[in-house]
């Protein structure tokens, strides 16, 4: 049956993705997007003429009630979206990001809709689950990057500590203010959706590709920042020792998840991990994305540096949303390079990934 879903930050790139997914599946969308000119750039793309946008902010209660009416379902995607930068620009990330949700949250209390579907993160899990040696669960910690054996977290500071896929019921352990404001968004739809009676689902994003992503954004997705250097005949800049470990999922298995999060009955209230249920190193996808554009001269810069904030290794374990939504990964990052490649080659993307650091370093945030 054709219904109505409001999407909050659909002009970014997870959005876009989603908002083709229900159009193909025959729903109507309607879109509330600031275009927000760090992600959309001074003169932002336009929406296809099916989508009805709503250029307004996810902090105003008056915008947001216009845009919720006669709408059967939300998708709440606005943020503000980086890690490093959320560690200086604090009041922007939680304005944004909690004050926003929770302006949101009161306007549902007035228009309540079927189901509200929200973009979590796997930086609420901060580090990983780990094992030792033998097999034991152990808590993966580090102080401050770099130990006197290399970047992994160790088992009584020895012996370093192996890690395996993350599932939803590990503790939460925020590591960024961005952490922190997704897991507040996460938990803030939650709790007010159970008390009022309407449904509320959370996805724990991993590391989202694809085309469409903004490469002159240097806060936020590391592909794209890969992609924009190269493009700009820069090497990548990687942190560490780029060995470190993250799960890399495809922006329309993403898409699709979302979509499957509000229809499939019987899982309101339920967090699920959306990845694509395989790890690669930092490294290896600088390397890979190189040779897909050709570039391979441009070896990745490994830095040697820890960025506060970051986690040494994080991927998914999906089986909880294999088997409640019947979410399958169907796009997996070497079968996908090619496309990506292609998109990135035909854009045009100032490099901003130097600036980026600059300001970490400014703050005293890279060791
Ligand atoms: N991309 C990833 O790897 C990833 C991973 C985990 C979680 N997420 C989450 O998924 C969601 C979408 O991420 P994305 O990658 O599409 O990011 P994006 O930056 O491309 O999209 C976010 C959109 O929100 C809009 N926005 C920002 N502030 C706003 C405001 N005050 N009012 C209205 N709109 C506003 C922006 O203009 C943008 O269009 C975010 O909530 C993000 O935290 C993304």
Not at 215 to 239: D, E, H, I, K
Not at 266 to 283: L, M, P, Q, R
Request: with cysteine; proline share 5%; hydrophobic share 40%.
């Amino acid at each position: 049956m054709s219904k109505t879903y409001l999407l909050t930050g659909g002009a970014g790139f997870i959005g876009r993705h989603l908002s083709s997914e229900l159009l193909a599946h025959g729903h109507h969308v309607r879109v509330l997007d600031n275009l927000l000119e760090q992600v959309h750039g001074p003169s932002p793309l336009g929406l296809p003429p099916e989508i009805e946008l709503i250029r307004g902010d996810i902090r105003d209660p008056e915008a947001v009630s216009a845009a919720l009416h006669g709408v059967d379902g939300v998708f709440h995607l606005a943020a503000e979206v980086g890690v490093g930068q959320s560690m200086y620009e604090i009041a922007r990330y939680v304005g944004v990001n909690d004050l926003g949700t929770a302006v949101l949250m009161e306007q549902l209390i007035a228009r309540p809709v079927e189901r509200l579907v929200i973009a979590s993160s796997m930086s609420v899990y901060g580090e990983g689950r780990y094992v030792t040696p033998d097999g034991r669960p152990a808590a993966g910690r580090r102080s401050n990057g770099r130990n006197d054996l290399g970047w992994d977290p160790l088992l009584d500071d020895v012996t370093p500590l192996k890690p395996v896929p993350t599932d939803e019921t590990k503790e939460p352990d925020l590591a960024s203010i961005y952490a922190l404001t997704k897991y507040t968004q996460e938990r803030s739809c939650l709790i007010v959706a159970a008390a009022y009676g309407f449904q509320a689902v959370a996805l724990r994003l991993f590391n989202v590709f694809g085309p469409g992503q903004a490469l002159s954004n240097p806060y936020t997705g590391v592909l794209a920042n890969f992609g924009s250097r190269l493009l700009n005949g820069q090497r990548p800049l990687v942190f560490e020792d780029g060995q470190q470990r993250r799960d890399f999922v495809h922006v329309r298995d993403v898409a699709t998840a979302f979509r499957l999060a509000m229809e499939t009955p019987g899982v309101a209230g339920e967090v699920f991990n959306i990845g694509s249920g395989h790890s690669y190193t930092v490294e290896a996808v600088a390397r890979m994305l190189a040779k897909a554009m050709r570039r391979d001269r441009l070896a990745p810069d490994i830095m040697g540096k820890a960025r506060s904030g970051d986690i040494r290794h994080c991927f998914a374990d999906i089986t909880k949303a294999r088997q409640r939504l019947g979410y399958r990964p169907a796009h997996r990052l070497e079968d996908t390079l090619d496309e990506l490649a292609e998109w990135i080659s035909r854009s045009t993307a100032a490099d901003r990934g130097d600036h980026a650091k600059r300001e970490l370093e400014q703050h005293g945030l890279v060791a």
